[in-house]
């Protein structure tokens, strides 16, 4: 898809398209609509990421709690959106066995707990084993700064959405998670 | 359900619960859980429409193109929210003949055309005669004050969506209409 085709488009059709490359939250894409037209990807994407940093600190928080748990419980009753279940999927994270999925809830329970929002990470950049030892060890961080770690999955998670979208090179993602 | 019971939602709850009172837009809710407790529920809606006043211009506009339009493609096709098939089916929009169906999908088309979101009202206050009529007078409206309209109309439609899960007295919102 080019940014042609992406410019064109009328507020319904580029909700219906971009509406969840921001998890359940398509409020983002339609106000993103009113930026149009677009140079390029990088434009586009530029403005989700400027909505989402323009947003009051509750509202970061929003969006954060519109994120399902990893392995959690719309994994379990079959209520996760399309893109998130492509996602665990991949990192095979739907596939779990009792013990490890045990394990992974009692960590997503205590990061909820800690911080007022669910563990967000950008799956398919990580995989089943490293997924626990991660949520473990931003378990441990400040507040601050973990808001800050988990928006910054938000916009990986979006970067990767979008570039099934619009056909772009998925691989340019990587330096983002250095 | 009392205020004691809303303070005791973990998010989850509580965005499973509200998260519609906005249409389609369950980040609203999300965030508005970060200023529990709530001391009632004029209190709590009054959290739901600073965040929306709160929101640029194209966050408002968001706000407004996550809505159908009234007797438009989601209800032919099916995919309305429960909350928006409810009260387009008390307002008789779901019982149209094609005829005046095919009036109000034009009607629709040219407010969309002029404003830049849909035509946005709630429809459990309105009828089937009135839709139409409103519709036409809105259109010849002048963009600023249109938006300020349409976002009163998503207030009221928050206001009664609230009232149908918290039990209050939804009577309370006609005055809101003048």
Redesign the interface.
């Known amino acids: 898809m080019d940014m042609e085709k992406v410019n064109s488009m009328?507020?319904?059709e580029f909700?219906d398209v971009f509406g969840n490359v921001i998890e359940?939250?398509?409020?983002?894409?339609?106000?993103?609509?009113?930026?149009r037209p677009f140079s390029g990807s990088e434009d586009l994407e530029k403005h989700f990421f400027d909505?989402i940093d323009?947003?009051?600190?509750?509202?970061q928080?929003?969006?954060?709690?519109?994120h399902p748990d990893l392995a959690g419980?719309d994994l379990q009753q079959g209520t996760l959106t399309a893109e998130s279940l492509r996602e665990q999927s991949q990192a095979g994270l739907t596939s779990l066995d009792a013990d490890d999925r045990l394990r992974l809830q009692k960590l997503n329970a205590q990061y909820?707990e800690r911080f007022?929002?669910p563990f967000v990470l950008a799956a398919r950049l990580s995989d089943r084993a490293e997924v626990p030892q991660e949520l473990a060890r931003r378990l441990r961080c400040q507040p601050e700064s973990e808001l800050r770690t988990a928006l910054g999955e938000v916009k990986k998670i979006c970067h990767l959405r979008m570039a099934d979208l619009l056909g772009a090179d998925a691989a340019r993602v990587e330096p983002l998670r250095g």
């Not at 939250?25 to 993103?32: D, F, G, N, Q, S």
Request: aromatic letters at 12%; a positive charge.
């Open positions: 009328g507020f319904s909700v359940k939250c398509p409020l983002v894409a339609a106000a993103v609509w009113s930026q909505f323009a947003l009051p600190r509750s509202g928080e929003g969006i954060l709690r519109c419980r909820r007022g929002f």
